[in-house]
């Protein structure tokens, strides 16, 4: 499956941005889809996933107070509503999938195989 991720830019902190994630291939439906995000300098961290069930978790309770993954399955794309941003969210943010993942690495951005380019988040306080 390839992934192209979009919908990033600069926002000025308290605002809204949502990103899309549009998937190739007629199995879209059956990969479990994450976001990870990366701020210069960090490791790329865990954002949110949705499952095929879309069933979802979210890195921390706070993070998912702001932010909601969602995914439309007619239009093989993953969203990432993010509100009330904050100086901290700035990062380039990852989308990712994969068929094969567990429970227990959904949040390990080793077990996902497929990934997109990467769209950036600028946050200015």
């Known amino acids: 499956v390839q992934l192209q991720a979009s919908g990033g830019g600069l926002v000025q902190a308290g605002g809204s941005l949502r990103l899309s994630c549009a998937a190739s291939?007629?199995?879209?439906?059956?990969?479990?889809m994450a976001w990870f995000r990366q701020a210069p300098g960090k490791e790329r961290e865990f954002v949110a996933v949705?499952?095929?069930?879309?069933?979802?978790?979210y890195d921390a309770e706070s993070m998912k107070e702001r932010f909601t993954i969602s995914r439309d399955n007619a239009k093989n794309t993953v969203y990432l509503q993010m509100n009330s941003l904050k100086p901290e969210d700035t990062a380039t943010y990852y989308c990712?999938?994969?068929?094969?993942?567990?429970?227990?690495?959904?949040?390990?951005?080793?077990?996902?195989?497929?990934w997109g380019q990467g769209t950036q988040v600028t946050v200015s306080s």
């Open positions: 291939g007629r199995t879209f439906r059956t990969y479990t």
């Open positions: 990712a999938a994969s068929s094969t993942i567990i429970s227990s690495s959904l949040r390990n951005r080793n077990a996902y195989g497929y």
């Open positions: 949705i499952r095929p069930s879309y069933s979802t978790t």
